[in-house]
């Protein structure tokens, strides 16, 4: 499948947060966004995961037929989506259900982020770490190609985010495609990326009072 | 689709029923109001026995109310929603689960408690029946009328008064028929089936638009 965007703006509120913005990526390859605080990076993700209408410009897939980009796309936000009072196994049975496209069982997919053994704990019982793996292993329970990733490695120790990129690069060797918005290198190779900086219109640049009000 | 629809409802069912869930509040709540109109209106038998199915409706209405606005809002607070959002299962079908669900926790344990509790407002046997057999066909309005309510406010912080002020004149017709299908169940003028069908009617209506209009709702709000 290949995703192209063009000319794409994004206005919330008053307040403009970035134009012109375009990119294209296909199978196997990951674009990492990169912004200061507030640059627009999440707005983007949810437009892309379409949560929030494009102000202007479009986005366009090819290759995925009938489906909208919504329904081949797996989405990891800032909020985790787990309820405390579920397991973790239950939370991410629960996802693989709503994702459909089945592909690891919920218990080999906890395995896959190293907490097999969290599986039969309540999700509120888990750390901050722990509860963001278990969002992450919502990536193995479904077969969807492109992977939304906002702030992806945010609480993970180090042996977590060389395990995070482990499973990114396998995912791209599989021809699927990954958007994440970070400020932490994902220690990904051959990644493309795009500052949302260089988008931002003059008047709202990095010192001026209106930049610091995200 | 079913899986998807089976899986929201067991889910809900699931966080109703643990701990920090609302599963009980309702039905809590329902008791209190029955068991303090006596207090306030003194031992009446026969006052109590007359306006006995208004006040289990009217109380039906309000704990109905009470859990409401949570419906959506757990699922925009905690990002569970992006979940059903980016189903390939239609949004619909996913609102009618947690319609469904709402139902099985609140509606449903109201109508079948309400013979119990109206033996505290000193009701004949034929008017607990009636009133039961109300509540399971009416109960139904309630929740799927107030859904599109909580659809609307989900993603504010506190929407449990707005949500309270859009739906319930949208329940009024629901609780109008729900009333005098009861009574007409004990005497009256009127057979009980005109009233209750009419309310069998309603219940039918709420669902198929309660259902389109949350899905909308949800779509813009949440």
């Known amino acids: 499948m290949r995703i192209s965007v063009e000319g794409l703006a994004c206005r919330r509120g008053e307040r403009l947060l970035f134009r012109d913005l375009s990119f294209s990526l296909a199978s196997g390859e990951a674009l990492v966004v990169t912004g200061r ?91 901050a770490g722990q509860r963001r793996r278990v969002a992450l292993a919502r990536l193995f329970v479904s077969r969807r190609p492109l992977w939304l990733l906002d702030e992806p490695t945010s609480a993970l120790d180090a042996a977590s985010q060389v395990r995070l990129a482990e499973v990114m690069q396998g995912h791209l060797a599989e021809g699927g495609l990954i958007i994440a918005a970070t400020h932490a290198p994902l220690g990904l190779e051959g990644t493309k990326t795009l500052s949302i900086d260089a988008h931002v219109p003059s008047v709202d640049l990095p010192g001026g009072a209106e930049g610091e009000r995200a | 689709m079913t899986r998807a629809f089976l899986a929201l409802v067991l ?28 207090f306030a209106l003194g031992p009446d ?51 009618a689960a947690k319609g469904v669900a709402h139902w099985l926790t609140t509606g449903l344990p109201l109508a079948l408690l309400a013979p119990l509790f109206g033996l505290l407002l000193a009701l004949t046997p034929g008017a607990m029946l009636a ?33 309270a002020i859009l739906v319930m004149p949208l329940m009024v017709p629901t609780l109008i028929f729900g009333v005098s299908a009861a009574n007409a169940a004990t005497g009256g003028t009127i057979a009980f089936l005109t009233p209750f069908l009419i309310l069998a009617a309603l219940s039918l209506v709420a669902i198929v638009i309660g259902i389109f209009a949350a899905a909308a709702a949800l779509r813009q709000s949440a």
């Open chain 2, 45 to 95: 038998l026969n006052l109590l026995a007359r306006i006995g199915p208004a006040l289990l409706w009217f109380s039906a209405v309000l704990a109905t109310l009470i859990g409401l606005d949570r419906l959506f809002q757990t699922d925009v607070e905690d990002g569970a929603i992006d979940l059903i959002l980016s189903s390939d299962t239609p949004l619909e079908v996913l609102v």
């Open chain 1, 37 to 127: 605080n507030g640059a627009g990076k999440s707005s983007l993700i949810a437009m892309l995961a379409g949560r929030l209408a494009p102000a202007a410009g479009a986005i366009r897939a090819e290759g995925i037929g009938e489906a909208t980009l919504a329904e081949v796309t797996n989405h990891v936000g800032h909020k985790e989506g787990l309820k405390a009072a579920l397991t973790a196994e239950e939370n991410l049975a629960f996802a693989g259900a709503m994702l459909g496209r089945p592909r690891l069982s919920p218990r080999e997919a906890l395995a896959r982020v190293g907490l097999a053994r969290a599986a039969d704990l309540p999700a509120g019982y888990l750390s």
């Open chain 2, 131 to 163: 009133v039961a057999a109300t509540l399971v066909v009416g109960t139904p309005a309630l929740t799927f009328i107030g859904a599109v309510g909580a659809a609307l406010t989900a993603s504010l912080g506190r929407g449990g008064l707005l949500l």
């Open chain 2, 11 to 38: 889910r809900d069912l699931r966080l109703a029923a643990r701990v920090g869930g609302s599963g009980a509040m309702g039905l809590v709540f329902f008791l209190m109001l029955v068991a303090v109109v006596p």
